[in-house]
């Protein structure tokens, strides 16, 4: 069974850092590309970064938080990690780990609530 459990959400002041991490289970983590995903209150879901598995290391970023975040990975640790700088109000959502096949999302973990205030 396919799981993906992320973790590392929590409250943080406007500039703030966290780091999100997504441990994944029950398939070959470094065969699949991964993204991170947020759900904004009210609002649908957003698209947030990527990385593929070949080529190892090519990511992908929204506009709204290049040059901010961060993704990588661990195989050896079948973990994502999304790395959050200089995080702004509107960076408040539930952010989700999922599994892509091609372009489709084939996996999403419950999520990790971001909360960004002062």
């Known amino acids: 069974e396919v799981q993906l459990v992320e973790s590392g959400g929590g409250l943080v002041q406007p500039g703030g850092s966290l780091t999100l991490s997504c441990v994944a289970s029950?398939?070959?983590?470094?065969?699949?590309?991964m993204s991170w995903l947020r759900q904004a209150p009210g609002k649908g879901l957003e698209w947030v970064s990527g990385?593929?598995?070949?080529?190892?290391?090519?990511?992908y970023y929204s506009e709204s938080v290049k040059g901010r975040f961060t993704i990588s990975r661990d195989n050896a640790k079948q973990t994502l990690y999304l790395q959050m700088n200089n995080l702004k109000s509107e960076d408040t959502a539930v952010y989700f780990c999922?599994?892509?096949?091609?372009?489709?999302?084939?996996?999403r973990g419950q999520g990790t609530q971001v909360t960004v205030a002062s």
């Open positions: 999922a599994q892509f096949y091609g372009r489709l999302e084939s996996a």
């Open positions: 990385l593929k598995s070949h080529p190892p290391g090519r990511t």
């Open positions: 029950g398939f070959t983590f470094s065969a699949y590309d």
